[in-house]
């Protein structure tokens, strides 16, 4: 039997959905106990002899994780070599961006893109909306205003999703999963069919999925990576702000936090305006935020 490679495209607790690279999609067990693959790998797997399953033996390197500290506060990985986060608001539930920097900031530290996507652009916005969103144009984040209801920009946010995998992120009831939805259009009931398939020892409940766009590209969609909150450090925050990281390079002290420093460029650039009172502010929540936990944990 020759071993073959393939992409995790659904995971069932230690089952597994597999798309070989002929593109058929089977269903697969691990090889021991200590492999996890997660959706978004690339694994190396075999057929069994007289099953219909395949067993993964081996998951090539990742290039990129998305973890988060489960409930016993061990880090758990929730998908892998990802492309691209798109980090969702809207108008309901009341925007807290506080959230979606924290977000854009772990999007920074493992290096994916990121973007800044309004929903429900049918109801009527906040007057602070056009500035927040020019702040992130402004430091390079692609924004988009969509409604997945009235479908509004629709094929903007679909080619923004057309290669690469993606995963949507940002506050319960933002609407991600009607957008997800909407953009599978008739393929919906395609997963809803995988989800819903009882054959033996087969999970029924899908714990996450990678979703072949009709537009190109996949997204990757569980409970967990919708509503993941990313675990940082103190140290590494600044890092994830790209304005402050830039501005800091002209800070007086190299360790400058870029709070009550002399001579800090940070504060400097907010006080001149260029960078956003707000994401300073955000900044500083969440600096403060991540130095609370990390006291707690030891
Ligand atoms: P999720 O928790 O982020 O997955 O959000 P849902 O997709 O479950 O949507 C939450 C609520 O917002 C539902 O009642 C949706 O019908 C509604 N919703 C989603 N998108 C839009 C939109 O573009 N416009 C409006 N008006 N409502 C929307
Ligand atoms: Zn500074």
């Known amino acids: 039997m020759t071993a073959e490679s393939g992409l995790v495209v659904a995971t069932y607790s ?12 089977v269903d697969a067990r691990i090889k021991g106990k200590r492999l996890r693959p997660v959706c978004g790998d690339h694994v190396e797997a075999e057929p069994i002899r007289n099953e219909t399953d395949w067993l993964i033996t081996r998951i090539h ?7 988060r500290p489960n409930l016993r506060g061990k880090i758990e990985v929730l998908a892998a070599n990802i492309d691209r986060l798109l980090v969702m608001a809207a108008g309901t539930p009341q925007p807290d961006w506080a959230i979606v920097d924290r977000y854009l900031c772990a999007a920074e530290l493992i290096s994916v893109a990121a973007a800044v996507v309004y929903n429900k652009s049918d109801l009527p916005a906040d007057t602070s909306l056009d500035e927040v969103l020019a702040d992130y144009d402004r430091i390079g984040y692609v924004t988009v205003r969509c409604s997945a209801k009235s479908g ?4 903007l946010v679909s080619s923004l999703l057309s290669d690469g995998v993606s995963i949507i992120v940002g506050q319960s ?6 957008l997800i939805n909407r953009l599978l259009g008739d393929q919906q009931q395609r997963t809803a069919s995988i989800s819903g398939k009882t054959g033996e020892g087969r999970h029924t409940t899908v714990n996450s999925a990678l979703l072949q766009l009709p537009g190109g590209g996949a997204v990757i969609d569980s409970p967990g990576v919708r509503d993941y909150a990313p675990a940082l450090q103190p140290e590494d925050v600044a890092a994830g702000f790209r304005e402050i990281a830039s501005a800091a390079q002209n800070c007086r002290f190299a360790n400058c936090n870029h709070l009550r420093e002399p001579g800090c460029a940070v504060k400097q650039a907010v006080d001149d305006d260029m960078i956003s009172k707000r994401r300073y502010d955000s900044y500083r929540h969440l600096l403060a935020l991540t130095r609370k936990l990390n006291a707690k944990r030891y």
């Open 14 to 25: 230690r089952r597994m959905g597999l798309r070989l690279s002929d593109g058929k999609e």
């Open 61 to 67: 390197g990742r290039s990129n994780e998305l973890r």
């Open 173 to 178: 009831g933002v609407g991600k999963s009607s």
């Open 152 to 155: 509004d920009n629709l094929e």
